[in-house]
T-cell receptor, first 110, second 116 residues
Framework: DAKTTQPNSMESNEEEPVHLPCNHSTISGTDYIHWYRQLPSQGPEYVIH???SNVNNRMASLAIAEDRKSSTLILHRATLRDAAVYYCILRWIQGGKLIFGQGTELSVKP | SAVISQKPSRDICQRGTSLTIQCQVDSQVTMMFWYRQQPGQSLTLIATANQGSEATYESGFVIDKFPISRPNLTFSTLTVSNMSPEDSSIYLC?????????????FGPGTRLTVL
């Protein structure tokens, strides 16, 4: 399984944008880039995913490098409820298992 | 999106005993997954359970220790056998829904297990 590398932790101020980076230099052409987050005492929840183009949804934006070897999850205005561990995961195009790395623990200061 | 429930939500067990965790989904799904999350750690995949076939275990996990049943498309169980304190973890089930570009995985709330 292709590996991702994320910073262990990041800090943000409330209502400011947050850019969470992820490196995946061994990504293959059949891998989607998925982001999940795990709020305290909850199971992970889906955030966003993409293949080659940048993606936007109501939760976040995903910016994917042209060579697909890195990506950035963008939270446009962080709230205290966005404090969580964010996982960047490469997933085979046909679906299947998710292999979690250590993720980035995001803390948001009021 | 799939709604997943797990029973029990938490338990405290004695070493050497076994605990069976149930996972119920509100829709029919083909693929179900069981994960373990040790204290302060990320999630580790235990096995993939498809209905009508034997579960596929990840490296480091064996059927004798973590037997899994998948009797139908909405239900699965994971048993943690002959428990030791090292098995103290949160156990989560998840399901995959959607097709093609829209595939997502949904997670249950987890079962918090403490082994004394």
């Amino acid at each position: 399984d292709a590996k991702t590398t994320q910073p262990n932790s990041m800090e943000s101020n409330e209502e400011e944008p947050v850019h969470l980076p992820c490196n995946h230099s061994t990504i293959s052409g059949t891998d989607y880039i998925h982001w999940y987050r795990q709020l305290p005492s909850q199971g992970p929840e889906y955030v966003i995913h993409g293949l080659t183009s940048n993606v936007n949804n109501r939760m976040a934006s995903l910016a994917i490098a042209e060579d697909r070897k890195s990506s950035t999850l963008i939270l446009h205005r962080a709230t205290l409820r966005d404090a969580a561990v964010y996982y960047c995961i490469l997933r085979w195009i046909q679906g299947g298992k998710l292999i979690f790395g250590q993720g980035t623990e995001l803390s948001v200061k009021p | 999106s799939a709604v997943i429930s797990q029973k029990p939500s938490r338990d405290i067990c004695q070493r050497g005993t076994s605990l069976t965790i149930q996972c119920q989904v509100d829709s029919q799904v083909t693929m179900m997954f069981w994960y373990r999350q040790q204290p302060g750690q990320s999630l580790t995949l235990i096995a993939t359970a498809n209905q009508g076939s034997e579960a596929t275990y990840e490296s480091g996990f064996v059927i004798d220790k973590f037997p899994i049943s998948r009797p139908n498309l909405t239900f699965s169980t994971l048993t943690v056998s002959n428990m030791s304190p090292e098995d103290s973890s949160i156990y989560l089930c998840s399901v995959e829904e959607g097709q093609g570009d829209g595939i997502e995985q949904f997670f249950g709330p987890g079962t918090r297990l403490t082994v004394l």
